[in-house]
């Protein structure tokens, strides 16, 4: 899957940071591991890891479009998958709202908007196409994904938990959402769920560094309490 934001939690890592970095308990490996990660989320905020950095990508099918209006909705929605492969995202919300005026139950146009609208930081917006997509295809994985993802970033952690909750129940075996619903957890203050979901993430993907990093941290967090 090309998807699905890992966020580490900036508080949680620098909170950890300074009573755990010795060189009598790290090696140097973890202490340059801790040091670029923390580079990392100072940067990016509370949003980042994983290899793509991104939601589950934009759509290309058009399984939704009636026969009637698929010529020029396809049309705008085509533009708006092109524009937003290139970065343009404005743009591409845009064309994908022409083409949701042609067929409002253009299900792969809702979900590519809120892709677009979360690339600029639009979560409620994301949000609100998410829902529109979901309403429409109630079984798609990779937008209850997305969504928890929108949420994530608004700190509605309990909101975002039933989103990755939901991708549970549609795919198990989707070990990014196991961590990513960990995550949530932990900022939650619920060190030892965020344990569990950390060791569903790993049985199904045990070289998953990110995950296992994690559940160091949130253990650290459990034992310091």
């Avoid at 058009?62 to 909705?73: I, M, R, Y």
């Avoid at 609100?128 to 994904?145: G, M, V």
Wanted: charged share 25%; net charge negative; with cysteine.
């Amino acid at each position: 899957m090309l998807s699905n934001l890992i966020s580490i939690n900036k508080k949680c890592i620098i909170a950890n940071l300074f009573s755990h970095l010795t060189m009598d308990n790290l090696t140097m490996k973890t202490l340059l591991t801790y040091f670029i990660i923390v580079i990392l989320v100072s940067a990016c905020g509370t949003t980042t890891i994983r290899d793509t950095s991104k939601p589950a990508s934009a759509k290309s099918t058009t399984s939704t479009v009636t026969s009637s209006v698929q010529s020029e909705a396809q049309d705008w929605f085509e533009k708006g998958y092109a524009d937003s492969d290139l970065g343009s995202y404005e743009s591409s919300i845009n064309s994908y709202d022409k083409a949701l005026a042609i067929e409002p139950n253009y299900y792969e146009a809702w979900y590519n908007r809120g892709v677009a609208l979360v690339e600029l930081s639009h979560y409620e917006a994301a949000i609100d196409s998410y829902d529109k997509a979901l309403a429409i295809n109630p079984d798609d994985h990779e937008a209850w994904y997305n969504r928890g993802v929108a949420l994530d970033n608004l700190d509605r952690y309990e909101a975002a938990i039933g989103s990755y909750d939901k991708t549970l129940a549609i795919k198990p075996d989707d070990h990014e959402a196991w961590d990513s619903r960990g995550i949530a957890l932990g900022n939650l203050g619920r060190y030892q769920e965020a344990i569990e979901s950390y060791d569903k993430a790993l049985a199904i993907k045990p070289d998953f560094k990110l995950a296992r990093f994690n559940r160091r941290i949130a253990l650290q967090q459990l034992n310091n309490r």
